[in-house]
């Protein structure tokens, strides 16, 4: 067993231990952490305005503060853009924003206190350690290298304070000693072309000991697919004459297809976040077999939660947020029930808020999660709120597709007379399918060449998916008869219609595509 190895083992022992007694008393540490956070934070201007000196009670806490989101927030955002030290939120200063994927329509930046940002390490660390601790041979994840699909920790700044995506920082903050185990970098997280980007990946990972990819799933298989079927001849051309060559050529067939098994035979951890990773579970089992899948939960604004378990499911650690719920069939009211951890219940649906050391109190995130366990708590079938369909971890929303609808027709000049956008898994990649129903005729090949471009500007993470394979060519089929008035036959007068879905059977109103 190599040092490192020695060394991680003993701290992942350790940190299990930590980790079962944040999910064995829930109630306890979750209480315990919002004392904290309300004690930290209530000379700064948010504590101030809700009396967070007087708070001494879960209870006291519901009744002091209002329920929020992210418009109600904007404005105080604002003063902390201004003002990154003055006290608004946090007593600590901002120390980074994160840029969302704009599943309301446009991207956000979200302010990162350092404590916020621990948080962030410890959870992503707990699914690294379960697993390892799940069984001896699994520590050896560490004597190779461990890939991370990344984006960059900085492409910009606010007043000073720099802007970047998540999965940059938490590498360019992580302890220098667990950096040294993953690859490739931030000089490929920051590469903006993503063909460049994908070969820079292909190269990285033909020459080191693959054991371990993480990033959102459907990525990682867009990057598997492109290495087996694309990379092989191109790898062998850049390798040649190195000691990779004799490795890479075992791997290659006469075809130029790489043996994945053969390239990365220590391969064991497929780490996934970012999309609910079940649609694609058999399709990661069929082409990396010898892979465990282990997922994480986060945001912006948090890590939520992290896969501690081998069943499937994400445990949630109340440790890191304190946590409250609003029921499903509330979530539209204008006063809803809003819940504790401890009320929820097994197999219901909840919207879930947050309060943490980022200065989010009673935050409507915008996430939509499924109880599968009480004991501990463990969520599935994670989703946004309202009508956002995230096949590659886009978070595509209604927003997003009207305004691309509307300029594809402006830039075509296509009449358009009704329209639904489907997200469709059949198969390794999934795709949308524009069904529309147009007056006239149509050149499909322009009108989703439009829509894609406006799509893309619109959403960063649908641009970034498309140019790096998470997703397939969007098609058009053309629709027979209007899927609004077939709405309206089917329920009722006053339906509304659909821009975005994942119903296929909207599709079967359409010819063949």
């Given at each position: 067993?190599?040092?490192?190895?020695?060394?991680v083992?003993?701290?992942?022992k350790?940190?299990?231990?930590?980790?079962?007694?944040v999910l064995?008393?829930?109630?306890?540490?979750?209480?315990?952490?919002?004392?904290?956070?309300?004690?930290?934070?209530?000379?700064?201007?948010?504590?101030?305005?809700?009396?967070?000196?007087?708070?001494?009670?879960?209870?006291?806490?519901?009744?002091?503060?209002?329920?929020?989101?992210?418009?109600?927030?904007?404005?105080?955002l604002?003063?902390?853009?201004?003002?990154?030290?003055?006290k608004?939120?946090?007593?600590?200063?901002?120390?980074?924003?994160?840029?969302?994927?704009?599943?309301?329509?446009?991207?956000?930046?979200?302010?990162?206190?350092?404590?916020?940002?621990?948080?962030?390490?410890?959870?992503?660390?707990?699914?690294?350690?379960?697993?390892?601790?799940?069984?001896?041979?699994?520590?050896?994840?560490?004597?190779?290298?461990?890939?991370?699909?990344?984006?960059?920790?900085?492409?910009?700044?606010?007043?000073?304070?720099?802007?970047?995506?998540?999965s940059?920082?938490?590498?360019?903050?992580?302890?220098?000693?667990?950096?040294?185990?993953?690859?490739?970098?931030?000089?490929?997280?920051?590469?903006?072309?993503?063909?460049?980007?994908?070969?820079?990946?292909?190269?990285?990972?033909?020459?080191?000991?693959?054991?371990?990819?993480?990033?959102?799933?459907?990525?990682?298989?867009?990057?598997?697919?492109?290495?087996?079927?694309?990379?092989?001849?191109?790898?062998?051309?850049?390798?040649?004459?190195?000691?990779?060559?004799?490795?890479?050529?075992?791997?290659?067939?006469?075809?130029?297809?790489?043996?994945?098994?053969?390239?990365?035979?220590n391969?064991?951890?497929?780490?996934?976040?970012?999309?609910?990773?079940?649609?694609?579970?058999?399709?990661?089992?069929?082409?990396?077999?010898?892979?465990?899948?282990?997922?994480?939960?986060?945001?912006?604004?948090?890590y939520?939660?992290?896969?501690?378990?081998?069943?499937?499911?994400?445990?949630?650690?109340?440790?890191?947020?304190?946590?409250?719920?609003?029921?499903?069939?509330?979530?539209?009211?204008?006063?809803?029930?809003?819940?504790?951890?401890?009320?929820?219940?097994?197999?219901?649906?909840?919207?879930?808020?947050?309060?943490?050391?980022?200065?989010?109190?009673?935050?409507?995130?915008?996430?939509?999660?499924?109880?599968?366990?009480l004991?501990?708590?463990?969520?599935?079938?994670?989703?946004?709120?309202?009508?956002?369909?995230?096949?590659?971890?886009?978070?595509?929303?209604?927003?997003?597709?009207?305004?691309?609808?509307?300029?594809?027709?402006?830039?075509?000049?296509?009449?358009?007379?009704?329209?639904?956008?489907?997200?469709?898994?059949?198969?390794?990649?999934?795709?949308?399918?524009?069904?529309?129903?147009?007056?006239?005729d149509?050149?499909?090949?322009?009108?989703?060449?439009?829509?894609?471009?406006?799509?893309?500007?619109?959403?960063?993470?649908?641009?970034?998916?498309?140019?790096?394979?998470g997703?397939?060519?969007?098609?058009?089929?053309?629709?027979?008869?209007?899927?609004?008035?077939?709405?309206?036959?089917?329920?009722?007068?006053?339906?509304?219609?659909?821009?975005?879905?994942?119903?296929?059977?909207?599709?079967?109103?359409?010819?063949?595509?």
């Open positions: 067993m190599s040092i490192m190895r020695r060394i083992s003993v701290v992942a350790r940190k299990a231990r930590e980790t079962d007694y064995g008393h829930p109630v306890e540490v979750t209480e315990n952490l919002l004392s904290t956070i309300l004690k930290r934070n209530q000379d700064t201007v948010i504590g101030r305005k809700y009396r967070f000196e007087t708070i001494s009670s879960p209870e006291k806490f519901t009744e002091n503060v209002p329920l929020t989101d992210y418009q109600q927030m904007r404005p105080v604002e003063e902390v853009y201004k003002n990154p030290t003055g608004i939120m946090t007593a600590e200063p901002v120390i980074w924003y994160l840029r969302t994927s704009g599943s309301s329509g446009k991207p956000k930046d979200m302010p990162i206190t350092p404590s916020g940002l621990k948080t962030a390490q410890v959870g992503g660390a707990r699914m690294w350690m379960a697993f390892m601790n799940h069984h001896p041979d699994n520590t050896k994840i560490l004597d190779g290298r461990m890939i991370m699909l990344g984006a960059p920790a900085i492409f910009g700044d606010i007043n000073g304070v720099p802007l970047g995506y998540g940059g920082l938490y590498l360019h903050k992580a302890n220098k000693f667990f950096a040294r185990l993953i690859s490739p970098g931030q000089d490929v997280f920051g590469i903006q072309d993503m063909e460049e980007k994908m070969r820079a990946y292909a190269l990285c990972c033909a020459t080191c000991d693959v054991t371990a990819l993480q990033g959102i799933a459907t990525l990682i298989l867009a990057f598997v697919r492109r290495m087996e079927e694309q990379y092989g001849p191109w790898l062998l051309e850049q390798l040649k004459g190195t000691k990779h060559e004799k490795r890479l050529r075992r791997a290659i067939d006469s075809e130029g297809k790489l043996d994945l098994a053969e390239l990365w035979p391969l064991r951890l497929f780490g996934s976040g970012g999309i609910d990773i079940e649609p694609y579970r058999e399709w990661i089992a069929k082409i990396l077999p010898q892979v465990t899948v282990r997922e994480g939960y986060a945001s912006s604004e948090a939520m939660a992290s896969q501690i378990l081998p069943e499937p499911g994400i445990q949630l650690m109340p440790d890191l947020n304190y946590f409250e719920f609003i029921p499903e069939a509330e979530i539209d009211d204008e006063e809803p029930t809003v819940i504790p951890l401890s009320d929820v219940k097994k197999g219901n649906r909840y919207e879930m808020l947050l309060t943490n050391a980022n200065g989010w109190y009673r935050y409507r995130v915008g996430d939509m999660v499924t109880f599968s366990n004991n501990p708590y463990t969520v599935r079938h994670i989703s946004r709120k309202g009508s956002v369909v995230s096949l590659a971890g886009e978070k595509l929303c209604d927003a997003h597709v009207i305004d691309a609808m509307a300029k594809a027709c402006l830039a075509t000049g296509a009449h358009l007379m009704d329209y639904s956008v489907v997200g469709v898994i059949d198969g390794p990649i999934p795709h949308y399918t524009i069904a529309g129903m147009f007056r006239g149509v050149d499909s090949v322009d009108f989703v060449k439009a829509f894609e471009d406006a799509l893309g500007k619109a959403n960063w993470e649908f641009l970034n998916s498309r140019a790096m394979g997703l397939g060519p969007t098609t058009l089929a053309k629709a027979r008869m209007s899927l609004h008035e077939e709405l309206v036959k089917a329920t009722h007068l006053q339906a509304k219609p659909v821009p975005l879905t994942t119903d296929r059977s909207v599709l079967a109103l359409c010819e063949a595509t």
